[in-house]
């Protein structure tokens, strides 16, 4: 038998080694977390290195992902990360034991990976942004490095008394000493970078929004039917889908806040505060906002009231011409303060539609995850060419010159809403009793308008849906159908007709490049 000898001791001692990496890696995030507060709280490892792989993920990962984990899919990124640095640090670790030198420079590696990182990052402000993982990385190695020494230390005194020849009252010291100064920095890092939105938070409780000169009509009465499981025609703030790349949301501070509009045939380039804003004449309307990832029957659309600046005007002011009219710029690109870059048409823009700079949502500021302090709105176009959240910036370019941020991602550039509808009630695999059962649900095609609505059961004839009342063209339709539904299984299919004439397509096609195509249908059982 020879070669490595493992016994008892070696196991404690690999197993202690392992933990030493553990703790060292705990450490680095820690002392990370602490120093990313003196930087910003963007700059930490897991935000950096998660923004980071966000923006490298593949289209039909970040589409599985957006269908398997839905608006979690960040928490499970961040928690992946997290369990992928634990695993490291427990094979450091044991490599340490072996190579001392070799583990605590595998730690400090992962520091340096996560600086890259931060300092990569599009909304990067420099290299201070290294520092929070720099720190971390060199604070871990030096953990890990000590720890380790403690394990390989010979004790004259253990030795005779044990055999084992490691000093495992000093490890459990450093260990423990290691453990408790790691959670109070870490602690510490969180309050302090809990506070840094304070500004922020403050400065949208100041905001008092005024009365819109164009108020929008109020909602038809009939727009709203009284069926249960329906979605509200007015989606409430809270539950409205979130969609962005952004792991931390920003907490932007309205009173510092400045937008700049420039570029290709800006004559008179400008820059404008949230007061600038809030003092122009506003603009109160209804529009649906559709997400170019929503599957066919997905969650991702809901309908607001917004209030906001009208965009054509403020292009107007600064000289700016739609292509129709001879301007040069045929994009608009919206960048916002986490460095996410949107391309718009200028033309749809500046064509009489309500495209907006919006400031207000359901009657009251915008939320921080919905875009505080002012997000643009483009009835008709889906999210990723139209509504960039924290924006703060507006530069006119053309198509040719620029992709923005999906566009490099093999996302359209030009994306219209497509005409779409879903059955929101009955549910999948519902068991509804045998007589009439209302079938319900939203259409949309924005700033087209939504003309009729059919419903199909089994493989029977399309027939007519009874249409909710019409808001405007630019908000989503409620629709219902009395089916005298007969014991069996079921198969309900939905299709609209936008006020173009065109049906909505029974052709089935992914998300990417340009959005879902096809029909919904949800099976039930009739008892
Ligand atoms: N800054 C920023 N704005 C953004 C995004 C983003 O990732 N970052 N996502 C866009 C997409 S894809 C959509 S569908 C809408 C979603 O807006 P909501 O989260 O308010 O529903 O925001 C758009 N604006
Ligand atoms: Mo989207």
């Avoid at 044990?162 to 010291?173: A, E, K, P, T, Y």
């Avoid at 005007?313 to 870059?341: F, I, K, Y």
Wanted: include cysteine; aromatic fraction near 6%; glycine fraction near 12%.
């Amino acid at each position: 038998m020879g070669g490595v000898r493992i016994s008892r001791t070696n196991l404690a001692r690999g197993g202690l080694a392992a933990l030493s990496g553990l703790l060292s890696g705990y450490a680095a995030l820690a002392v990370a977390e602490l120093v990313s507060a003196a930087v910003r709280p963007e700059a930490g490892p897991v935000t950096a290195v998660g923004g980071a792989a966000i923006d490298r993920t593949p289209a039909p990962l970040k589409d599985w992902a957006i269908r398997n984990f839905g608006e979690n899919d960040k928490l499970v990124l961040q928690l992946g990360i997290l369990a992928t640095l634990a695993a490291l640090g427990l094979v450091l670790g044991v490599v340490a034991l072996r190579y001392r030198r070799v583990g605590s420079a595998g730690v400090l590696m992962f520091g340096v990976v996560g600086a890259a990182a931060a300092v990569s990052r599009p909304d990067s402000t420099g290299v201070a942004d290294g520092l929070p993982s720099l720190v971390g990385g060199v604070v871990g190695a030096g953990v890990l490095y000590v720890l380790i020494g403690r394990l390989l230390r010979t004790r004259r005194h253990a030795e005779v008394s044990s055999g084992s020849g490691w000093d495992r009252r000093g490890f459990l010291i450093a260990a423990t000493a290691a453990a408790a100064a790691s959670s109070g920095a870490g602690a510490l890092g969180r309050t302090l970078n809990g506070r840094r939105g304070q500004d922020a938070i403050a400065s949208r409780a100041e905001v008092l929004l005024p009365q819109p000169a164009s108020p929008a009509a109020p909602v038809p009465s009939g727009a709203q039917l009284r069926v249960p499981g329906i979605s509200s025609f007015i989606t409430p703030s809270r539950t409205f889908y979130r969609v962005d790349t952004a792991l931390i949301v920003p907490k932007v501070d309205a009173s510092t806040w400045r937008l700049r509009i420039h570029g290709k045939g800006v004559k008179r380039p400008l820059t404008v505060s949230f007061q600038d804003l809030l003092d122009r004449e506003l603009i109160e309307r209804d529009i649906t906002l559709t997400c170019v990832s929503n599957e066919v029957g997905g969650p991702y659309v809901g309908n607001a009231r917004w209030i906001g600046v009208r965009l054509a005007d403020l292009l107007r002011e600064t000289g700016v011409r739609p292509p129709s009219r001879g301007g040069p710029a045929d994009q608009l690109v919206a960048r916002s303060v986490d460095g996410m870059t949107l391309g718009t048409p200028v033309e749809d823009v500046m064509d009489g539609r309500d495209a907006m700079l919006a400031v207000g949502m359901n009657g009251e500021p915008l939320s921080f995850v919905h875009g505080f302090p002012v997000r643009m709105l483009v009835p008709g176009l889906y999210g990723y060419v139209s509504a960039c959240k924290w924006i703060e910036d507006i530069e006119l370019t053309t198509f040719d010159d620029y992709d923005p941020y999906w566009v490099k991602r093999k996302w359209a550039r030009k994306a219209p809403v497509k005409t779409q509808s879903r059955i929101d009630t009955p549910k999948p695999f519902a068991r509804p009793k045998a007589g009439t059962v209302v079938v319900a649900g939203v259409a949309w095609a924005q700033h087209r308008g939504i003309e009729r609505v059919e419903i199909r059961i089994d493989d029977g004839p399309w027939r007519p849906a009874d249409l909710a009342a019409q808001d405007t063209v630019d908000t989503w339709r409620q629709w219902s159908f009395p089916w005298k539904a007969t014991p069996g299984s079921h198969t309900l299919t939905v299709r609209a007709t936008d006020r173009t004439g065109e049906v909505q397509t029974d052709k089935r096609t992914r998300t990417i490049p340009d959005g879902a195509s096809g029909r919904h249908s949800v099976v039930v059982t009739v008892d």
